[in-house]
């Protein structure tokens, strides 16, 4: 398997310029001519799909929700960031583009890093120019915040429903698309295979989940931009629905799968309260501005209430250690400080799984009017959740599965390693090395999306020549297609005993243990052992009712967790073999004296990618070596 | 830990949209207040399949109550007895020992019952595709600060803009009107400067959508207000109303001419 990133040539500040211009052109006329498939509908897919389809290319887009409004990127709380410098604070794309690759440390590819910083401001601009309501000054302009690894405020945010307000524009640019005919959109259609002929993305094929009908779409290329894989942890923040299976299905056919043990555990969620737990609820970032957390200084004083514990008792551990980033110190180290200190014995709450985040001294400096303003819903959303009141009581909060950063392994056009497998957003691994930084999700998806693919997928379909798409009677479809009956059919006649729910659930308590926020050696080859028993015993005692030919929830979720199962092995595979620690990648092997990640460069300074063998085969493990030109390779420090 | 409750469930099952449905009673034992209602049904689903029998299907994803995809009628009210609270973010301390539940699907004409408690709610998209939006082709728009806006303006769009199309407003109406939802939309896009080119355009291609998908009309029951989760206000089906009255008298039939050459 060969990486070829293919990097443009030149300074970094020319090489996304100068590849536009090298990029080839489709003439207008011969853009309806070719077919692309829109694989997701969030940020990344949505703003793809509306976008090609302005530019004249025929696209048909599938999301597995009732409708392309409710992709998880409309969950995403706090904000975007982009290098406006409006606040004369000293941004500016060079420093945007710094603190992502120092954020990332120093795992991600410094050209992909500065195209998304490049193309930042533009996607403002988008966004506005669509009615996103984002949050304003009293002039008129628009306002900005800081979040966690910048010590500027570029942070542009809608209330704290950022996520959902650039979501909808890009949903209604889409839904302009579907009413003049350009899109073709299929709610609640799962991928189920991709089509490969002779080597080349060339098609889907999906599950209709109303009528169960299996039906193949074929096409001149495929985007997927299906989000991150986070879900294998069972216990996440997102969305019951999110899952890995088409980038995991495509990664079966010869995509490369690329630091699957990145993942990114988020200091501030909801705790866990009890086994029925089905999810985990995000409490913003943007929350750690005016919020202080804190844990007590004694062991004795966790079962008392916060308000009982005097200031000099309190361990404001994060101002504490790091001193110039405080309460927003990146999230990979806030959740390694949280974790140490409940490791310490210091937790609250019923579990002693949890820190507080308090707003006490924000509310005495501002007023609590002002702090409703700002994060009011948030407020509401918790209190609904534990039924604490975070105007008078601390919140309680501890760290939660959040984001990959790991993906489908793609070159600098978003193209994996099947030529005509394009993949967009969280699905893929390009920008944010071993930790990302808040409100650059957003940022990313809807750069791929807007401002990326549309240049990048022109270059590959010149050199298609239009109308040879294959034919549905194809034997690569007919094979795709009864793979997937085939797989129906197979879960169907175990007959077991237990839900797939359960499975899952088993698979998440190994994934948490031993792939979480700390990882060693003797964890992840035990991981090795019991993740494949997990998926000997659903194989056999799987039980869903019903039948495929109708809407059957049981078995979209058995499909999922079956592919879950195997992408949790991969994912301790990559962090075992990865034998360093960095960002979110925590192996307790190599710290430092006081608890912080010990990068290895000389070895590990590079992208590990998976290429798929066979069933039951080992993957091999390859490598893209990164190269520091513009960010100096240097241990981060946020002290 | 708080003491756990039992409860009796009185759930709306239906094979898909051509067959009738009909009432069973479940038992949801050894609940705990902790748990959200979504969970509370996860534990029955977990019973029922593993005595092989077809659990529950509802509709869910997010369970943050912001995608908009849940939605059930639980004891008479859409998302429950909590205000301003989605079924999914309603937690079981709402609810007592003892409590027997009526879960029911939303009932509109305009949304055919798919399975149990899940419904087809493809209207919304198509009136979104009719006009909700500002024609901004990607790459297109200025610099965001070269138009200021109005603080005031801008909340207030973001008021209306916070609606998550979960359609308890035309499940909670007598009439089953989409008003709510249109409105919400309307509202935040004639409320932008952005939004004026096509603001009475928009209205009218919308509303004529609304209508098309046999939704009812607002007779100012207010029901749909009570029950929104997200707050959005009766005020945008006036604003709505106001911009239609104006679009219709000062509607003109396009010029037509080429533009070729």
Known sequence: ?639 | MAKHINLTLHVWRQKNAKCDGKFVEYPAADISPDMSFLEMLDVVNEGLIRKGEEPITFDHDCREGICGQCGMVINGRPHGPKERTTSCQLHMRSFKDGDTITLEPWRAEAFPVLKDLMVDRGAFDRIIAAGGFISAPTGSPQDANALPIPKENADLAMDAAACIGCAACVAACPNASAMLFVSAKISQLALLPQGQPERYIRVRDMVAQMDAEEFGTCTNHSECEAACPKGIKMENIARMNRDFIKASLTYRPPTGGGGAG
């Open chain 1, 1 to 639: 398997m060969e990486l070829n990133s293919r990097i443009p040539d030149g300074p970094i500040e020319k090489k996304w310029d100068n590849h536009k211009f090298d990029l080839k052109l489709v003439n207008p006329a011969n853009k309806r001519k070719y077919k692309v498939l829109v694989v997701g509908s969030g940020l990344a897919g949505g703003a793809a799909a509306a976008s090609l389809a302005e530019l004249g290319y025929e696209v048909e887009c599938f999301c597995y929700q009732d409708s392309p409004r409710r992709a998880h990127s409309i969950a995403a709380q706090g904000g975007i960031n982009a290098a406006k410098n409006y606040h004369n604070d000293g941004d500016s794309v060079r420093r945007l583009f710094y603190d992502t690759v120092k954020g990332g440390d120093f795992r991600a590819r410094e050209a992909n890093v500065h195209r998304l910083a490049e193309v930042s401001n533009n996607i403002i601009d988008q966004c506005v120019g669509q009615g996103v309501p984002f949050a304003r000054e009293y002039g008129g302009l628009l306002d900005n915040r800081s979040f966690g690894g910048a010590q500027v405020s570029r942070t542009f945010y809608a209330r704290g429903q950022t996520g959902q307000q650039l979501l909808l524009g890009a949903y209604q640019a889409l839904q302009r698309q579907v009413g003049l005919g350009a899109v073709k959109m299929f709610s609640r259609h799962e991928m189920q295979e991709l089509i490969v002929v002779d080597g080349v993305a060339k098609g889907i094929v999906t599950r209709d989940m109303v009528t169960g009908e299996i039906k193949s779409h074929l096409a001149d290329a495929v985007c997927l931009a299906t989000g991150g894989y986070g879900n294998t942890m069972y216990l996440a923040t997102y969305a019951k629905g999110c899952n890995g299976t088409a980038i995991w299905r495509a990664h079966k056919k010869g995509a490369a799968f690329a630091n699957p043990c990145f993942t990114q555990i988020h200091p501030t969620c909801i705790p866990v309260t009890g086994d029925h737990q089905s999810k985990l609820t995000l409490m913003s970032e943007s929350l750690r501005n005016d919020g202080r957390i804190w844990v007590p200084k004694r062991k004795e004083d966790c079962g008392k209430p916060a308000s009982q514990i005097a200031e000099e008792d309190r361990d404001y551990y994060l101002e504490r250690k790091y001193p110039s980033f405080g309460n927003l110190a990146p999230r990979d180290i806030a959740s390694r400080a949280a974790k140490q200190v409940c490791d310490d014995g210091r937790g609250i709450g019923e579990t002693g799984l949890g820190v507080y985040l308090d707003f006490e001294a924000a509310i005495k400096r501002l007023g609590q009017n002002k702090i409703e303003e700002k994060y009011g819903n948030l407020f509401e959303m918790y209190e609904r959740i534990t039924d604490d009141n975070p105007y008078q009581t601390p919140m309680r909060i501890f760290p939660a599965t959040h984001y990959t950063m790991g993906g489908l392994w793609v070159d600098y056009n978003l193209m994996s390693t099947i030529p005509g497998c394009f993949v967009l957003g969280e699905a893929n691994f390009s920008d944010h090395g071993a930790n990302r930084l808040g409100a650059s999700a957003l940022m990313q998806g809807l750069a791929d999306g807007y401002f990326v693919i549309p240049y990048t997928i022109g270059g590959y379909l010149a050199g298609i020549k239009p109308g040879t798409r294959i034919k549905a009677d194809d034997p690569a479809v007919k094979a795709a297609e009864q793979t997937t009956a085939e797989r129906v059919q197979k879960f169907f006649a175990i007959n077991g005993k237990e839900t797939p729910t359960h499975f899952h659930r088993e698979l998440g308590k190994v994934m948490w243990e031993f792939c979480g926020m700390g990882r060693n050696e003797a964890g992840l080859k035990k991981a090795l052992q019991l993740i494949p028993q997990i998926r000997e015993e659903f194989w056999k005692n799987l039980r869903i009712p019903g039948s495929g030919a109708e809407v059957n929830q049981s078995l979209e979720l058995a499909g999922r967790v079956a592919d879950f199962l195997e992408i949790g092995e991969l994912m301790c595979l990559d962090a075992l073999e990865r034998r360093e620690s960095c960002g979110g990648h925590f192996r307790e092997e190599w710290q430092t004296e006081e608890g912080e990640a010990l990068r290895d460069d000389e070895n590990f300074c590079h992208v590990a990618a998976w290429e798929h063998k066979g069933e039951g085969q080992a993957p091999v493990r390859h490598v893209e070596p990164l190269t520091f030109e513009n960010v100096h390779l240097a241990t981060r420090s946020y002290k």
